[in-house]
């Protein structure tokens, strides 16, 4: 199977780590869906990635899809739990994390825009969103080692692609002075192989008008 990635994207890490986190063999073709000759409209009409192809010319996208299909087909090692409302609290995490990687994308687009057409309301609006998703997740985490129960599941994994992001396209928010426990936990995670092998880095966006 081969992995569509932008290195950057969040998303995509968080598809790549469970790959790895499962041992699963797979090919990454690095791709910029802003590019040109970006191959993400080709295999999904959205035009974003992550995009899963599988050997039998199936295609799966959405991060969360990707996931919930690796979990499907490989169970082992588990990163979502059998019993379904646990699932959901993983589930809830992940979308709170990856609310706030919609929320720094939007402020990254803002940025790119000619400057006399960007919005500081917006902006505005977006960081909101962020400060009150990082808040959330601290809070979620308190002084545990993960999000729940006692084993690395999807909700640390999301949490931990979103603030690796942060570092990549929202440096100034300074976040990890005001949420100590969240940074440990970044640093923690960062140090997995499954995170070491998907370091981020920053990526130009083409301007829009
Ligand atoms: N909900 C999607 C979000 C994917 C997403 O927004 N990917 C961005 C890259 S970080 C993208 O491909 N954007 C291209 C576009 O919006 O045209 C997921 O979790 O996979």
């Not at 998303?11 to 063999?25: F, M, P, S, T």
């Not at 040109?36 to 999904?44: D, G, I, M, S, Y």
């Not at 999301?158 to 690796?164: D, F, S, V």
Request: proline share 8%; charged share 25%; net charge negative.
């Amino acid at each position: 199977m081969k992995l569509v990635i932008a290195n950057p994207s969040p998303y995509a890490r968080k598809a790549r780590v469970a790959l790895n986190e499962k041992g699963i063999a797979h090919d990454i073709v690095m791709d910029i869906p802003w590019a040109p000759e970006t191959v993400a409209p080709a295999n999904n009409p959205l035009g974003k990635i992550p995009i899963l192809l599988l050997d039998d010319g199936s295609v799966i996208h959405d991060s969360s899809v990707i996931v919930q299909y690796l979990e499907i087909v490989y169970p082992e090692p588990a990163l979502l739990p059998a019993d379904p409302m646990r699932r959901l609290e993983h589930r809830k995490i992940e979308v709170l994390a990856d609310g706030i990687c919609d929320a720094v994308v939007l402020i990254a687009l803002e940025g790119n825009r000619e400057p006399e057409r960007r919005s500081t309301d917006w902006v505005t609006r977006q960081t909101a969103k962020i400060e009150a998703g990082l808040a959330r997740l601290s809070e979620r985490l308190g002084e545990q080692t993960w999000f729940l129960d006692d084993a690395m599941g999807i909700a640390d994994i999301a949490a931990a692609c979103a603030l690796g992001y942060l570092g990549v396209r929202a440096g100034k928010l300074e976040w990890r002075d005001r949420h100590p426990n969240l940074s440990a936990f970044s640093d923690r995670m960062e140090d997995r192989p499954s995170f070491q092998v998907s370091v981020p880095y920053s990526q130009p966006i083409p301007r829009f008008r």
